[in-house]
Protein backbone atom coordinates (compact mmCIF):
# COMPACT_ATOMS: atom_id res chain seq x y z
CA UNK A 1 0.00 0.00 0.00
CA UNK A 2 2.86 2.74 1.17
CA UNK A 3 4.31 1.39 -2.60
CA UNK A 4 1.12 2.28 -4.16
CA UNK A 5 1.15 5.72 -2.27
CA UNK A 6 4.68 6.51 -3.26
CA UNK A 7 4.14 5.92 -6.82
CA UNK A 8 0.92 8.27 -7.42
CA UNK A 9 2.79 11.00 -5.15
CA UNK A 10 5.54 10.16 -7.83
CA UNK A 11 3.38 10.42 -10.82
CA UNK A 12 1.09 13.48 -9.40
CA UNK A 13 4.61 15.38 -8.97
CA UNK A 14 6.13 14.57 -12.54
CA UNK A 15 2.89 15.44 -13.91
CA UNK A 16 2.88 19.04 -12.19
CA UNK A 17 6.86 19.95 -12.76
CA UNK A 18 5.73 18.95 -16.54
CA UNK A 19 3.03 21.36 -16.77
CA UNK A 20 4.83 24.13 -14.91
CA UNK A 21 7.83 23.94 -17.65
CA UNK A 22 4.82 23.56 -20.20
CA UNK A 23 3.51 26.81 -19.52
CA UNK A 24 6.71 28.67 -18.81
CA UNK A 25 8.00 27.74 -22.29
CA UNK A 26 4.81 29.17 -23.84
CA UNK A 27 4.77 32.17 -22.22
CA UNK A 28 4.73 35.59 -24.33
CA UNK A 29 7.78 37.83 -24.12
CA UNK A 30 7.72 40.93 -22.53
CA UNK A 31 7.55 43.90 -24.59
CA UNK A 32 10.57 45.91 -25.87
CA UNK A 33 10.80 49.86 -27.21
CA UNK A 34 8.56 51.07 -24.29
CA UNK A 35 8.29 54.74 -24.78
CA UNK A 36 6.50 57.70 -23.78
CA UNK A 37 5.28 60.13 -26.16
CA UNK A 38 2.96 62.94 -26.07
CA UNK A 39 3.94 63.64 -22.45
CA UNK A 40 1.89 66.33 -20.49
CA UNK A 41 1.08 67.55 -16.99
CA UNK A 42 -1.52 65.30 -16.11
CA UNK A 43 -1.54 62.53 -19.19
CA UNK A 44 1.32 60.90 -21.27
CA UNK A 45 0.68 58.08 -23.64
CA UNK A 46 2.78 55.17 -23.68
CA UNK A 47 3.89 53.00 -26.62
CA UNK A 48 5.62 49.61 -26.78
CA UNK A 49 6.38 46.62 -29.59
CA UNK A 50 6.36 42.65 -28.85
CA UNK A 51 8.62 40.67 -30.73
CA UNK A 52 6.15 38.21 -33.46
CA UNK A 53 5.26 35.18 -33.33
CA UNK A 54 3.57 34.98 -30.11
CA UNK A 55 -0.18 34.55 -29.48
CA UNK A 56 -1.00 38.07 -27.48
CA UNK A 57 -4.27 38.61 -25.87
CA UNK A 58 -3.83 41.56 -23.93
CA UNK A 59 -1.22 43.74 -22.20
CA UNK A 60 -0.57 44.64 -18.48
CA UNK A 61 0.59 47.86 -17.47
CA UNK A 62 2.26 49.19 -14.39
CA UNK A 63 2.80 52.86 -13.19
CA UNK A 64 4.34 53.61 -9.90
CA UNK A 65 5.24 57.14 -8.88
CA UNK A 66 8.79 57.48 -8.34
CA UNK A 67 8.63 58.89 -4.43
CA UNK A 68 5.66 57.28 -3.01
CA UNK A 69 3.78 54.41 -2.67
CA UNK A 70 1.21 55.22 -5.15
CA UNK A 71 0.39 52.26 -7.65
CA UNK A 72 -2.07 51.34 -10.15
CA UNK A 73 -2.07 48.30 -12.45
CA UNK A 74 -4.28 48.95 -16.30
CA UNK A 75 -4.80 45.55 -17.61
CA UNK A 76 -6.20 45.36 -21.10
CA UNK A 77 -7.58 41.97 -22.39
CA UNK A 78 -8.59 41.73 -25.72
CA UNK A 79 -6.86 43.95 -27.60
CA UNK A 80 -3.85 44.35 -30.23
CA UNK A 81 -3.28 48.06 -29.27
CA UNK A 82 0.40 48.94 -28.53
CA UNK A 83 -0.52 52.40 -26.62
CA UNK A 84 -1.92 52.97 -23.39
CA UNK A 85 -3.06 57.10 -22.38
CA UNK A 86 -2.01 57.05 -18.50
CA UNK A 87 -4.67 59.63 -17.26
CA UNK A 88 -4.63 62.12 -13.60
CA UNK A 89 -1.03 62.06 -13.45
CA UNK A 90 0.48 65.07 -11.14
CA UNK A 91 2.56 67.30 -12.78
CA UNK A 92 6.17 67.38 -12.50
CA UNK A 93 6.21 63.93 -10.98
CA UNK A 94 8.11 60.90 -11.73
CA UNK A 95 6.87 58.00 -12.59
CA UNK A 96 7.95 54.39 -13.43
CA UNK A 97 5.98 52.63 -15.58
CA UNK A 98 6.59 48.80 -17.08
CA UNK A 99 4.58 46.67 -19.52
CA UNK A 100 3.94 43.08 -19.75
CA UNK A 101 2.66 40.89 -22.50
CA UNK A 102 -0.79 38.75 -21.52
CA UNK A 103 -0.64 35.40 -23.41
CA UNK A 104 -2.95 32.04 -23.05
CA UNK A 105 -0.65 30.64 -20.80
CA UNK A 106 -0.05 33.62 -18.89
CA UNK A 107 1.83 36.46 -18.70
CA UNK A 108 5.55 37.53 -19.85
CA UNK A 109 7.77 39.08 -17.27
CA UNK A 110 7.47 42.79 -16.94
CA UNK A 111 9.43 45.11 -19.77
CA UNK A 112 12.62 47.54 -18.97
CA UNK A 113 11.82 50.52 -16.23
CA UNK A 114 11.44 54.09 -17.70
CA UNK A 115 11.14 56.54 -16.15
CA UNK A 116 9.75 59.63 -17.44
CA UNK A 117 8.65 63.52 -15.56
CA UNK A 118 5.39 64.94 -16.02
CA UNK A 119 5.65 68.72 -16.97
CA UNK A 120 4.41 72.19 -15.82
CA UNK A 121 1.06 72.76 -17.05
CA UNK A 122 2.72 75.73 -18.54
CA UNK A 123 4.88 73.01 -20.60
CA UNK A 124 3.71 71.31 -23.88
CA UNK A 125 5.94 69.03 -24.92
CA UNK A 126 6.30 68.92 -28.96
CA UNK A 127 4.75 65.44 -29.95
CA UNK A 128 6.71 63.57 -32.95
CA UNK A 129 2.71 62.59 -33.78
CA UNK A 130 1.66 63.17 -37.26
CA UNK A 131 -1.66 63.83 -35.94
CA UNK A 132 -2.53 66.51 -33.79
CA UNK A 133 -6.27 66.13 -33.48
CA UNK A 134 -5.78 62.38 -32.03
CA UNK A 135 -8.14 61.87 -29.03
CA UNK A 136 -5.22 60.19 -27.11
CA UNK A 137 -3.47 63.85 -27.70
CA UNK A 138 -6.04 66.01 -26.72
CA UNK A 139 -8.87 64.24 -25.17
CA UNK A 140 -12.39 64.42 -25.79
CA UNK A 141 -13.46 67.41 -27.16
CA UNK A 142 -17.07 67.92 -25.06
CA UNK A 143 -18.09 70.71 -27.91
CA UNK A 144 -17.44 68.30 -30.94
CA UNK A 145 -21.08 68.31 -32.97
CA UNK A 146 -22.34 64.71 -34.21
CA UNK A 147 -21.53 63.89 -37.75
CA UNK A 148 -23.62 62.66 -40.16
CA UNK A 149 -23.30 59.04 -39.73
CA UNK A 150 -23.98 59.56 -36.09
CA UNK A 151 -26.88 61.26 -36.55
CA UNK A 152 -28.12 58.74 -39.10
CA UNK A 153 -27.51 55.82 -36.54
CA UNK A 154 -29.45 57.34 -33.64
CA UNK A 155 -32.66 58.09 -36.60
CA UNK A 156 -32.37 54.74 -37.58
CA UNK A 157 -32.09 53.26 -33.60
CA UNK A 158 -35.14 55.31 -32.39
CA UNK A 159 -37.04 54.26 -35.85
CA UNK A 160 -36.44 50.98 -34.86
CA UNK A 161 -37.67 51.41 -31.44
CA UNK A 162 -40.61 52.74 -32.45
CA UNK A 163 -41.45 50.37 -34.79
CA UNK A 164 -40.88 47.61 -31.63
CA UNK A 165 -43.36 49.37 -29.71
CA UNK A 166 -46.13 49.67 -32.03
CA UNK A 167 -44.96 45.84 -32.57
CA UNK A 168 -46.03 45.08 -29.19
CA UNK A 169 -48.73 47.38 -28.89
CA UNK A 170 -50.43 45.61 -31.68
CA UNK A 171 -49.85 42.30 -30.29
CA UNK A 172 -50.89 43.35 -27.07
CA UNK A 173 -54.73 44.67 -28.48
CA UNK A 174 -54.66 41.13 -30.34
CA UNK A 175 -54.20 39.29 -26.98
CA UNK A 176 -56.31 41.23 -24.95
CA UNK A 177 -58.86 41.04 -27.30
CA UNK A 178 -58.93 36.72 -27.20
Same mark, same amino acid.
Given at each position: ? $????????? /??????? $?????? $?? @???? *?? /? @? /???? +?? !? *?? #????????????????????????????????????? %? #?? %????????????????????????? #?? &??? !?? +?? !????? #?????????????????????? !???? %?????????????????? &?????????????
Amino acid at each position: M $SCLLVLVNC /VVLLLFA $SDMFLV $SG @NRPP *AP /V @N /VSVM +HL !R *AD #SATISWEVPEGDVIIGFSISQQRQQGHTQRFIREVNT %T #SR %TCVLWDLDEETDYIIQVQSIGLYGE #SQ &ASK !RV +HF !RTLKK #SDRFLSNSSNQDDPAVEGVDKS !RQLQ %TGEVIIIVVVLLMWAAVI &ALFCRQYDIIKDN
